[in-house]
């Protein structure tokens, strides 16, 4: 077949477009330092590429849900801190309390503390963390402490959050609310309650041990449920622990509770004429003490000398309940303390195992981007080495197509 010079010019100029394109392509990719992402150009290694970026997918997820709780975690601590450092200043509130010799603004100045203390701890009881999350309520969405009639009560649940970080199952990342503050009667709030409480008239006037000699009218604040509380009766003749029925409508139950250890204290009880206050008689002084259970925020027992025909012979003092006497104060305080301790090693304990978990999903994701960067970056020596010789193989086609296209018949001829 004869080629023409316009059919030699085209296919030539076909041919270095070519060459131009591939020097371009490898160009574009060594400013790139990527391969050709198209899986057409090496399917072996896209479906790899595709596996190892589902791989880090799956790890990125996983590090945003561990960099999530640990900040969850970090700021539990730093709430408990804070909790921490109020139950120090609980504890010294109530050691200075245990001081017999304090005034009476002494003693309001204490309870101002006290009750400034309570809100601040209530406030960090129902501390959110970043997200709007409670930290203290399990896995209850509202708050986790609540006011009441009855002080501060729990709302949460006793679940903890979970998150999963790493291969191995679900990691707790919250403490819940009864956890951190206690229950029952080591309850932080029921501590601090009682803090006020003693730090407050009427109970503030009130004496762990009340004393009076016979004849002495015993005065009861009654209710209308079947309340009882337990006091320690002493007498001329000894002591006894008695067994006090609180119901508004059976005052009568407390006069035989009384007279049933009369024989080991000396001491008679009988029901006066308002049919409410109980005069004791004993041949000689009659005293309370130890009382558990009752009102804890005024006295439920009162005891006073009287004449008899019932003038008050006496100062009347009320009862201040174990609970609330100094000793028992200053040593619930220290065991709040040292719970709250506790719980701030259970949280950091916690925050320890997700920088672990998190390193090692950070271990991991170093070798999944070291197998990408092995598949995708390109090796920019051979590629070099290509280009260069493209670059040769397209200067040489030019100079030989114009030094052709240059000739005609005449040069033939010569």
């Known amino acids: 077949m004869t080629i023409g010079d316009a059919l ?11 060459v131009g394109l591939e020097i371009a392509t490898l160009q574009e990719r060594v400013s790139s330092g990527l391969n050709d992402p198209r899986a057409s150009a090496d399917p072996t290694r896209a479906t790899e590429l595709s596996a190892l970026r589902d791989v880090r997918a799956r790890l990125d997820t996983r590090e945003a849900v561990g960099r999530s709780a640990a900040d969850r975690l970090a700021f539990t601590d730093q709430t408990l801190e804070s909790l921490s450092e109020n139950l120090r200043q609980l504890k010294e509130i109530t050691l200075r309390a245990a001081n017999d010799t304090l005034t009476s603004e002494a003693h309001a100045a204490l309870r101002m503390e006290a009750v400034t203390l309570r809100d601040a701890m209530l406030s960090a009881a129902n501390a959110k963390d970043m997200t709007g999350r409670p930290l203290f309520s399990g896995t209850s969405p509202g708050p986790a402490f609540v006011e009441t009639s009855e002080g501060v009560v729990y709302r949460g649940n006793d ?7 790493g291969e191995r199952g679900n990691l707790a990342t919250s403490l819940s609310g009864r ?7 080591q309850n932080v709030f029921r501590i601090l309650d009682d803090t ?8 503030l006037s009130a004496r762990p041990i009340v004393r009076a000699q016979s004849p002495a009218d ?15 009766l002493t007498g001329p003749l000894g002591a006894s622990p008695v067994r006090l029925g609180l119901r ?11 007279n049933a250890q009369s024989a080991v204290t000396g001491v008679i009880a009988e029901l006066g004429t308002d049919g409410k206050a109980i005069r004791l008689r004993a041949d000689g002084e009659v005293s309370l003490s130890a009382q558990t259970g009752g009102d804890r925020t005024r006295p439920t027992l009162t005891l006073g000398a009287v004449q008899e025909n019932g003038q008050p012979a006496g100062p009347v003092t009320g009862l201040r309940p174990t609970a609330l ?5 200053v040593a619930d305080a220290g065991l709040a303390v040292d719970h709250m301790a506790t719980m701030r090693a259970a949280a950091g304990s916690l925050a320890a195992e997700m920088d672990r978990q998190l390193e090692a999903l950070a271990k991991q994701r170093l070798t999944v981007d070291q197998s990408v960067s092995k598949l995708q970056d ?4 051979a590629t070099l080495t290509k280009l260069q010789s493209l670059l040769m193989t397209e200067q040489a086609s030019q100079m030989t197509f114009v030094k052709i296209v240059g000739q005609s018949l005449f040069s033939y001829l010569r």
Do not use: K
């Open 179 to 185: 956890q951190v503050f206690g229950e029952d009667e």
């Open 8 to 18: 030699f010019a085209r296919f030539s100029i076909r041919s270095m477009n070519a």
């Open 378 to 381: 390109l090796d920019v020596a």
């Open 218 to 232: 015993l005065d009861i604040v009654r209710t209308r449920g079947d309340a009882s509380l337990d006091v320690v």
């Open 196 to 203: 006020i409480a003693s730090l407050t008239e009427p109970m």
């Open 159 to 165: 679940a903890v959050t979970l998150s999963q970080i």
């Open 248 to 258: 508004i409508d059976a005052p009568g139950e407390t006069v035989a509770a009384i």
């Open 325 to 329: 006497t100094a000793n028992a104060l």
